[in-house]
């Protein structure tokens, strides 16, 4: 089997770990319990690009049981949990001599290279566990399994002729969906273009790594994409590249919007971000946060969850925003609304929580005091502006640990920097609990077996599950928290016009 994480030897410790979010993730196990015998996923091949964490190994491990063929790689260079990886390796019945588990490749701390090798290895199931009965079974001892992954850079396995995608992809943030689309373009054009300097970093890398596939697989991705049933898209700035591409016309596939299921968005993104805020901040920077002044900019979802977690320890907040009606939401909840610029000289702590990019600039950071803390909680690393923090003549950037530096500017002030500008409640702590994971990812996963059972009724556009389904993953959450539902009656079910049995909000209600 093929494999690349970072130390297998993890995985006793791992699948303690896993086992405890078990007992929290009670959509997941009634998914398994409900699904496991009709096998759903059978001969689906899965590729997951998204944060391989405790939580995603009980994700994988559920589509796995569903009859799913699996695998993964993270969606972000820093959000790997080593011991989870190393897990879900090994996987339930194996030992790291013997892994049995799913193929992963990531690891705590990958360059941006490894990142798009990473990501290539997990759309690849060209291996001969995928294309022979006397193969099934993962082959390779402790010494052989790591180095059976090859190095980044070198020859790719498989050939054209054999060669196998995924038939689904379950994405966070839209980098494995990127990878297949720009590929299928250089494939159809018979040429991948050269970085430019201008382009950021990650680009740069991306399509380097596109060229060495179409040296090494010519027509790969148009193999790959006419088997592409779908991708289930995670997160809010993944959904927007999806739309973005259903209105150009160039989506090649149909979306599954998982974000905006009401079970994940008003979750996930509001209260897994105010569980996950504090403890990135925590753990990196171990500063008081009561009395300090925080910034918070976006209030959307995440900037919600981010302003009450901060409220909650007892600092003051300040919102910034574009839009009036979020802008009027934060103040209604008590919190000032202002400019970044009303506020960066005397803020302690800044948070971005936006998606969009350089929204704290490198002159913003110029100007704020000493030892202010930054840190970003949207998906990318261009919210803070960090490659033109780089590029200030002069600068210092001192490591202070991983994912904690100190930049100190040519006139001696200093500001702290989390995961270099990337999402710090995944970089410097563990990202959201298992509990709200699990609402996200029963709807991913009911997602993935709506691709594989129902793909007739979709076109290559981007839909949201039912809300019977959101529903239904909130009932499955309800038990467990001791929750005892009102029963509505039949009359009071005719007098307000919707089912007893739900769905009891029409789709255009916004909770
Ligand atoms: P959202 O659209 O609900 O909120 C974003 C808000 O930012 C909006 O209200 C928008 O008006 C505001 N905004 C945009 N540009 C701004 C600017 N220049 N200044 C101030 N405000 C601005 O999105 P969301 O669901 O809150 O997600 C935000 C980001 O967080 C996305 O990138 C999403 O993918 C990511 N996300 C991260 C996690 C995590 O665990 N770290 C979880 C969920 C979502
Ligand atoms: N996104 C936020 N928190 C996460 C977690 N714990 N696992 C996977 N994805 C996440």
């Not at 995985?11 to 096998?39: N, S, Y």
């Not at 979750?267 to 009395?291: P, Q, W």
């Not at 990019?357 to 261009?382: L, Q």
């Not at 009071?492 to 016009?497: L, T």
Request: proline share 5%.
């Amino acid at each position: 089997m093929e494999f690349k994480v970072k130390d297998l030897s993890l995985a006793e410790w791992g699948r303690k770990e896993i086992e405890l979010a078990e007992k929290e993730m009670p959509g997941l196990m009634a998914i398994r319990a409900e699904w496991k015998a009709k096998q759903p996923l059978k001969g689906i091949r899965i590729t997951g690009s998204l944060h391989m964490t405790i939580q995603t190994a009980v994700l994988i491990e559920t589509l796995v049981d569903l009859g799913a063929q699996v695998r993964w790689c993270s969606c972000n260079i820093f959000s790997t949990q080593d011991h989870a990886a190393a897990a879900v390796v090994v996987g339930r019945n194996g030992s790291p001599s013997n892994p049995k588990g799913v193929p992963v490749f990531a690891w705590k701390g990958e360059t941006l290279e490894e990142y798009w090798w990473c990501t290539e290895r997990a759309l690849d199931f060209s291996g001969p566990e995928y294309n022979s009965a006397e193969s099934a079974e993962p082959k390779g001892g402790a010494s052989s399994v790591n180095a059976a992954a090859k190095t980044v850079g070198a020859t790719q396995g498989g050939g054209q002729s054999r060669y196998r995608g995924p038939h689904q992809i379950v994405d966070d943030g839209g980098d494995a969906t990127l990878m297949v689309h720009m590929g299928y373009e250089y494939d159809r054009a018979g040429d991948v273009p050269a970085p430019k300097p201008e382009d950021p970093t990650d680009l740069k890398e991306l399509l380097l790594c596109l060229a060495r596939i179409q040296k090494e697989t010519p027509g790969r991705w148009q193999k790959t994409v006419p088997e592409i049933r779908g991708v289930t898209e995670e997160t809010t700035t993944g959904v927007h590249r999806l739309y973005r591409m259903e209105k150009e016309g160039k989506l090649l596939f149909t979306a599954i919007n998982v974000n905006d299921s009401v079970t994940k968005s008003k979750f996930d993104n509001i209260y897994g971000c105010r569980h996950s805020l504090i403890d990135g901040l925590n753990r990196a920077t171990d500063v008081m946060i009561g009395g300090k002044t925080a910034v918070v900019c976006g209030f959307g979802e995440v900037g919600k969850g981010s302003a009450q977690a901060l409220r909650g320890q007892g600092a003051r907040v300040i919102v910034t925003e574009i839009d009036p009606i979020c802008a009027l939401q934060a103040a209604m909840e008590g919190y000032e609304v202002k400019t970044l610029e009303d506020v960066v000289e005397f803020a302690d702590i800044f948070i971005t929580a936006t998606g969009n990019y350089n929204v704290i600039t490198v002159d913003h950071m110029k100007r704020m005091k000493d030892g202010a803390i930054v840190g970003n909680i949207g998906h990318f690393d261009n919210e803070i502006d960090m490659a033109g923090l780089a590029k200030v003549p002069g600068i210092q950037k001192t490591n202070i640990k991983p994912q904690y530096d100190k930049w100190t500017f040519p006139d001696g002030h200093r500001i702290l920097i989390l995961a270099e500008g990337r999402l710090l409640n995944l970089g410097c702590a563990t990202g959201h609990p298992s509990f709200v994971m699990s609402t996200s990812f029963s709807n991913q996963t009911l997602a993935q077996i709506e691709l594989a059972q129902h793909l007739d009724k979709y076109e290559k556009k981007v839909y949201i599950l039912p809300k019977h389904l959101d529903e239904m993953v909130a009932r499955l959450h309800l038990d467990h928290l001791g929750v005892k539902l009102t029963k509505l009656r039949p009359e009071q079910a005719e007098y307000i016009g919707v089912p007893v049995e739900g769905p009891y909000k029409p789709s255009h209600y916004r909770y």
